[in-house]
């Protein structure tokens, strides 16, 4: 056991919350995790109440963005108590983006310890209803102020917590995706597979200019010859061509290694269902649409979930997948995940961190 030491609010502001329009990440609840990386090691774990934090104006991270971040999710499970799903692939995939940013890597038994322990301070604010939870969002920055351009000597880590709805506002209804040539947002040798947020930055004028014509998202190429599929940025994305479920690889570092893709793999594999992780030519894509061997295509991520894609817009050119509504593999997925994740469907994989709460 971590020695955390605990700061209660004075006061909640859960009053504030409008629980049946919830959307995605806009209520913050009372406390949050803090930790200090100072004179070459992490400690000073800690949970504070929420709220403002100084700052100096040279903080290297607003100047240089040493920034790194995860999302995950705490469920009530309808059997009682509550499961985080699968936090140890969150907090080993943050010390793999640490270490692509110059970031000490974080114990990853004591982010674990440290987020169990706020979510069962704050469990007030898990959400009940359906495909509601509660998202988790650490983050760790370089605290340093200074202007070189080097890495930071000290860093900060916080864990915040948020109640969330579904992540785009068409919910289970298919999204419109636009493919885009015009940017780009990682290129190999990069940052890709890093959850950092220049990838973020770099994805915000083409999804502003997807939305001005009517796309949640854009559907990002590789940057070399802008004809290999990579991700949504958000999300990753699977399709099913004919019989396989085909998805991007991550050999190439250009996508994030994304948890909710990891468990459709698992799923798919376990159900016998013929699965390819390799390169996809958006020209394949058209071809195989043209030729009715596009099934499905849907998006994968812990905010989005399964997101299922009912229009992808190439150049101009529409390819309305089954008939703009969701698929069948798409909703059984989706049914499948919620449904361990709240435990109406068995976890035989132990993907939950179950905590023995009474909410
Ligand atoms: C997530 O799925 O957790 C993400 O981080 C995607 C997005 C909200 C940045």
């Known amino acids: 056991m971590t020695d955390i030491k605990v700061t209660k609010s004075q006061g909640s502001r859960i009053g504030n919350v409008d629980w049946n329009n919830l959307r995605f990440g806009v209520y913050f609840s009372d406390h949050i995790f803090v930790a200090d990386y100072i004179g070459g090691k992490w400690g000073d774990f800690r949970i504070e109440p929420y709220g403002q934090m100084p ?31 699968r936090p140890m692939m969150n907090a080993k995939r ?27 301070l704050d469990k007030q604010w898990i959400p009940k209803a359906e495909g509601c939870s509660l998202y988790i969002r650490p983050v760790v920055y370089g605290s340093g102020n200074f202007l070189g351009v080097h890495a930071s000597d000290t860093y900060r880590l916080i864990v915040m917590t948020s109640p969330v709805a579904s992540y785009y506002p068409e919910g289970l209804n298919p999204v419109k995706i636009l493919v885009t040539s015009d940017y780009v947002r990682v290129v190999r040798g990069g940052l890709g597979s890093a959850k950092t947020a220049a990838n973020y930055a770099a994805s915000l004028l083409g999804g502003m200019k997807a939305k001005e014509h009517g796309y949640a998202q854009v559907l990002w190429l590789d940057a070399i ?93 529409d390819m309305i997948i089954n008939n703009g509504e969701i698929g069948e593999l798409s909703k059984k997925f989706y049914q499948t995940i919620t449904g361990i994740q709240t435990g109406k469907v068995e976890d035989n994989h132990k993907w939950n961190n179950h905590i023995n709460i009474e909410l």
């Open 55 to 85: 700052m100096e104006p040279s903080l290297c991270t607003l100047h240089y963005g040493q920034s790194i971040f995860e999302g995950l999710k705490a469920f009530p499970d309808q059997n009682g108590g509550v499961n985080i799903f």
């Open 94 to 120: 943050l010390n793999h983006s640490a270490s692509r940013l110059c970031i000490p890597e974080f114990d990853e038994n004591i982010l674990i310890e440290g987020i169990e322990k706020l979510v069962e």
């Open 225 to 317: 010859s802008r004809e290999y599929i990579d991700e949504v940025g958000a999300m990753n994305i699977m399709f099913v061509i004919d019989d396989t479920l085909v998805t991007p690889p991550l050999d190439q570092g250009t996508i994030l290694a994304g948890v909710t893709r990891d468990t459709v793999l698992a799923l798919a594999r376990e159900w016998g269902i013929k699965v390819a992780e390799r390169r996809i030519a958006i020209t394949e894509i058209i071809e195989a649409h043209r030729n009715g061997y596009l099934k499905e295509v849907f998006g994968t991520g812990t905010a989005a979930v399964i997101s299922p894609v009912g229009l992808l817009n190439y150049k101009d050119q």
